[in-house]
């Protein structure tokens, strides 16, 4: 031990032996000519992610405290890019996770391999698994309850607003183009007819109904009154397209009443389509991942939730579908008001222009959800990606190399301006909790 005066001897370099020429620089100078500098991090608070590598400190993250604190940061949402079996999943898993202790409830409205489902059993959480044999079904026009700050009349238009939305991007998606715009009036035309038949009866409407609306050509002139051209003719198509829903392979699982009930108390809420059957087409898939979403979103209005997580896992499946991407994207204009923040999990950045040519409507659409992420994180990319991620992100050159040398677990997280490299650490619970690999062995 030293004295309480420090080392003795010359060892100590006090004394004032050690003499150099005086220098003087700015400040931004001397930050530059020295060597070792590190992020100072983005504090203590939020959910424990693992370690930043090059501060070498704990790294922590919560979407809704760094809100007005970072600049730059204008929304809690999330995107994770990486190839396949780096982690992603794992990450959102545990950041899922460990956010429940922090009062967060989570939501997963889509999860294709069904592997949400062994998180929400530990946490006491609900899955709902569907498939064709499954007793499980979701009506998606069931209607959210009415949050206390919303006045009876506003409600009833913005239920009919979501109800026409989620009609709108489902048959989008079976026809593989936009609506006409008579067909729009046909939609809005059907709904309406099918809401006022179903009040009287004072019951949900179905999908099922819809269809059948669709189809009687000479109800749907008739109640669309005085408006010119013949609406029964030009909703052919739609008829035939909502008849996949209710008779094709989705048969049954949407167009009945719902089998559960959505409980706000309950810590995590998953939707497991891994029994859906994979055929080589998607749309089945895309398809229910739409009802299933708009299902538990219209559930999530309500202002006073709390905070809250929706994990879109797979959720490059989607990008090709422009419907679904309309309808997802006034989702997340919606969610931030009511503490929402979600977390879309994609491989590659370049997943974002499969949703159409430069210019198109779907391509503007993904790009806008892109903007629409304060925080991105990316995992490893394949070499031939890696300037698709650079430009769409503005990486920097250092950034651009870094994320050809990920290690699984690691990526580089884009927070607003601001850059770390975060290795996730997993505790050995959830690393048997979470084990995709498990399937492989
Ligand atoms: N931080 C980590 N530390 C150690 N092992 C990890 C970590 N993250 C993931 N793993 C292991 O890697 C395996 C694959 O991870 P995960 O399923 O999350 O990958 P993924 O990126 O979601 O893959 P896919 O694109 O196929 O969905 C997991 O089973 C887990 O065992
Ligand atoms: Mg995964």
Not at 93 to 118: I, N
Not at 314 to 319: G, I, T
């Amino acid at each position: 031990l030293y004295p309480a005066g420090g080392r003795p001897g010359p060892a100590s370099a006090r004394g004032n032996r050690l003499k150099l020429p005086a220098h003087r620089m700015t400040t931004a100078i001397a930050a530059g000519a020295y060597p070792f500098l590190a992020e100072g991090g983005l504090g203590a608070e939020g959910v424990y992610i693992g370690r930043d590598v090059h501060a070498e400190a704990s790294f922590c993250f919560d979407p809704f405290a760094l809100y007005g604190r970072v600049e730059g940061f204008t929304n809690p949402n999330v995107l994770l890019a990486g190839v396949i079996g780096q982690g992603k999943s794992a990450l959102a898993k545990s950041f899922a996770l460990r956010s429940v202790a922090f009062g967060y409830r989570v939501y997963v409205p889509c999860d294709p391999k069904g592997e949400w489902t062994p998180v929400a059993g530990a946490l006491g959480g609900t899955s709902v698994a569907l498939g064709p044999g499954l007793p499980g079904r979701l009506n998606p026009l069931d209607a959210a309850p009415r949050p206390a700050s919303v006045a009876q009349s506003d409600w009833v238009g913005e239920v009919r607003k979501r109800r026409l939305l989620l009609l709108g991007s489902l048959a989008r998606t079976v026809l593989g183009r936009d609506l006409l715009p008579m067909e729009h009036t046909a939609l809005d035309v059907a709904l309406d007819t099918v809401v006022t038949r179903a009040a009287g009866s004072a019951r949900t409407p179905l999908l099922g109904d819809i269809a059948s609306a669709l189809n009687s050509p000479d109800r749907l002139d008739e109640a669309a009154g005085l408006m010119s051209g013949r609406l029964g003719d030009a909703a052919r198509d739609l008829a035939h397209a909502m008849r996949r829903l209710v008779h094709g392979d989705l048969a049954g699982m949407f167009d009945a009443p719902s089998t559960v009930a959505f409980d706000p108390n309950s810590p995590m809420l998953t939707i497991d389509l891994s029994r859906l059957g994979g055929s080589g087409d998607d749309t089945a898939l895309v398809l229910a991942m739409t009802c299933a979403s708009a299902w538990m979103e219209s559930a999530l209005t309500d202002p006073r939730g709390g905070r809250r997580w929706i994990v879109y896992d797979e959720a490059w499946r989607l990008m090709r579908h422009p419907g679904l991407l309309a309808r997802m994207q006034a989702q997340w204009k919606l969610s931030r008001g009511l503490g929402i923040a979600n977390l879309m999990v994609i491989h590659r950045l370049s997943d974002l222009l499969t949703a159409g040519d430069a210019g198109s409507r779907g391509r503007a659409l993904a790009e806008g959800l892109l903007a629409d992420c304060s925080t991105r994180i990316i995992y490893r990319q394949e070499t031939d990606q890696i300037l698709t991620a650079a430009s769409l992100l503005g990486l920097t050159s250092v950034e651009t190399e870094a994320i050809s040398h990920l290690n699984r677990g690691r990526g580089l997280w884009k927070v607003a301006g601001r850059s770390f490299v975060v290795q996730h650490l997993l505790h050995p619970h959830e690393l048997s909790l979470f084990d995709t690999d498990a399937r492989m062995h």
